[in-house]
């Protein structure tokens, strides 16, 4: 069962580039790995999903190496609105893998 | 304009009391879920349904009941069964579908529930 650990919190400065690890050793192989933010009081949103090699869109990239027992959420030049909680998930749907959960996620700070 | 919408934003209860939580969308999506938020933590599922009239329990759905009669609206009821009922509340709905990836879900705003 595909489970995810991720840092707790993250702290960087507005401008820098940010990348939070996820690592998902027992990820199947039908599994997609998919990024949701989330700020306080409101749902998460869905930042991006992929399943090998890299993906980018108007907000972040994803990179996932060969073995696909990570992946790195990079977000560019980040703004003291990027000050969220970060959620991986990794499975084909809630209701097929029981590991496609919300975890704790990683907090972070992004400091003027 | 599309959506998903929770009501109300705010509510309070008596210890003892059911109070259910109303969840509706106009996406079109045949899936809904139900989480629940604690303070700092992640989000834990607690029913979900793929399809009308069928639904079927998450993590931690004890205390709480759902029901799926339309489409549109996923609302769930919070029972004094339910020990600790204090927390925030968040639906969501996706397209249905098991293979081609995760289907992103889409969340409403939350309902924040306080049992006094």
């Known amino acids: 069962l595909a489970k995810t650990t991720q840092p707790i919190s993250m702290d960087s400065y507005e401008g820098q580039e940010v990348n939070i690890t996820c690592s998902h050793n027992?990820?199947?192989?039908?599994?997609?790995i998919t990024w949701y933010q989330q700020f306080p009081s409101q749902g998460p949103r869905f930042i991006i999903q992929?399943?090998?090699t890299k993906v980018t869109n108007e907000v972040a990239s994803l990179f996932i190496p060969a073995d696909r027992k990570s992946s790195t959420l990079s977000l560019p030049r980040v703004s003291l609105s990027d000050t969220a909680v970060y959620y991986c998930?990794?499975?084909?749907?809630?209701?097929?893998?029981?590991?496609?959960?919300f975890g704790a996620g990683t907090r972070l700070t992004v400091k003027p | 304009d599309g959506g998903i919408t929770q009501s109300p934003k705010y509510l309070f209860r008596k210890e003892g009391q059911n109070v259910t939580l109303s969840c509706e969308q106009n996406?079109?999506?045949?899936?809904m879920y139900w989480y629940r938020q604690d303070p700092g933590q992640g989000l834990r599922l607690i029913y979900y349904?793929?399809?009308?009239?069928?639904?079927q329990k998450g993590d931690i759905a004890e205390g709480y009941s759902v029901s799926r009669e339309k489409k549109e609206s996923f609302p769930l009821t919070v029972t004094s069964a339910q020990k600790n009922p204090t927390a925030f509340y968040l639906c969501?709905?996706?397209?249905?579908?098991?293979?081609?990836?995760?289907?992103?879900?889409?969340f409403g705003p939350g309902t924040r529930l306080t049992v006094l």
């Open positions: 996406l079109n999506h045949d899936a």
């Open positions: 969501a709905s996706s397209i249905s579908g098991t293979s081609g990836g995760q289907r992103e879900q889409f």
């Open positions: 349904s793929q399809i009308v009239n069928d639904f």
């Open positions: 027992n990820i199947a192989t039908n599994d997609y």
């Open positions: 998930l990794v499975g084909d749907s809630p209701y097929n893998n029981n590991d496609m959960r």
């Open positions: 992929g399943y090998k």
